[in-house]
């Protein structure tokens, strides 16, 4: 019979319980929150198998690289890592070299490990993430590379996470996604929708905040349309009224929305619910209907404004975030002028715009495309600086509030502190680093083009 998760773990302990020092493991993950969030569950494995964390891959005997593959560029750092792991490998050569996340489903990167990187022991997918104890067993037993880029299989309940935070939680409540948007690559390597079961969230939220976190973050692709996988029938925001009503002092975020499941329904139970943040992440990708169309998003500019329109009818100067492609294929200066009006309009707070980046294997990769990298980086230098003067101006309507904000650290200036309000803007103010994990009222006095200013009113 195949041996469980705890009978892997206990395997390896005995295997390292004869090394005079506890061996270390160094996992460091790229990409989304998600990913972050399986790096976590990775060293909470490696930690019951025996192994301490070590911020440096060099000295450790154990290196993951929990990667992300939407755009090229966090390939290419990931094999640009690999190179210095080479390094560190030369070094120790017992060293055990693992890579897993989203690169590890795709074919062409295991064809590639497999070929050129024969110092990369073991490769496993996002899947497969709850087989790392038997892989490492497999390893210590002698075997010479270990490999599982299974199926895509509803991820094990109940793994042990060893969290980078102790305030901040965040916990997926879906995994995969269905959207298939022609220009990413998430689909094909994270698989279809799989949502949690309502009550194993509900419990874990409630655990988090018995111990004493303060935000705790939801996490899914297109988290509007967490459920509908389940039979029975629970959606998102009946999700978020039921984690609303848990007892304690805590902030509820989210993301990601997809706009074409996002609606009144989901803003009435933001808004009725007082321990969800005061902010939306709403990527729209493109203020063109043509190039939306051709991105597969199901929405139209218009469509989009509805749900803009509703949210602010409610609340006029609620926060809203976006995501933006700049030089989708063919993407003309027309489509691209959309965009700007579109971001105009809605007036957000932040964006996170990124150049296209062709994926293999995604429908966008096949397209015709003549727009030259230079016009692409002209549209994100043009972007950037409307959004910077819309930013600048719409900071100002925070002066003179007081605004709930939970410290997360040390601030770039000595003496200041750090933190997030609930509508997810930065704030710093000046503060001691014992109030680091609290909530504090600050009351806002200046604003730059990336956060808010002010001063401590009265510490909760
Ligand atoms: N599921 C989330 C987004 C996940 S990826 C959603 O749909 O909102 C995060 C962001 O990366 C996307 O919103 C998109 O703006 C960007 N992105 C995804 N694929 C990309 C690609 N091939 N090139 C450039 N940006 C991409
Ligand atoms: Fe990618 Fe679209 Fe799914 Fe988001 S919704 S993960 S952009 S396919
Ligand atoms: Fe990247 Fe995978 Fe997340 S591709 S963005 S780490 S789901």
Redesign the pocket.
Known sequence: MEKTINEYISGVRSILSGKDSPPLAHVRSYG?QLNFSDGEKLKGMLSKMGFGMTDAPEGAEIVILNTCA??ENAEDRVFGNLGFIKHCKKKNPGMIVGLCGCMASEEHVVKKLEKSYPFVDLIFSSSALDKLPKLVYELLSGKKRAVDTGEYNMPAEGLEQLRDSSFKASVPIMFG?N?F?T????PYVRGRERSRRPEMIISEVRELVKKGYKEIMLLG??VNSYGNDLEESVTFPRLLRALNEIEGDFIIRF????PKDAGKELIDAMLECEKVERHLHL?V?CGSNDVLNRMNRRYTVEKYMETVNYLRSRVPDFSITT???VGFPNETEEDFAGTLKLIDEVKYDNI?S??????SG?K?AEMEDLISDEEKGSRMTRLLALQREITTREFKRFIGRTLRVLVEGIGKQEGFLTGKCSEALIVEFEGDSSLIGSFVNVKITGSKNWAVTGHIDQIN
Do not use: E, G, L, W
């Open positions: 989304c939407v755009r996604c959207n948007c220009y990413c690559i998430v692709q297109n993301m990601s929305s997809h990527p990708q995501d933006i492609i996170f990124f150049i296209y980046s062709k994926r995604t966008a």
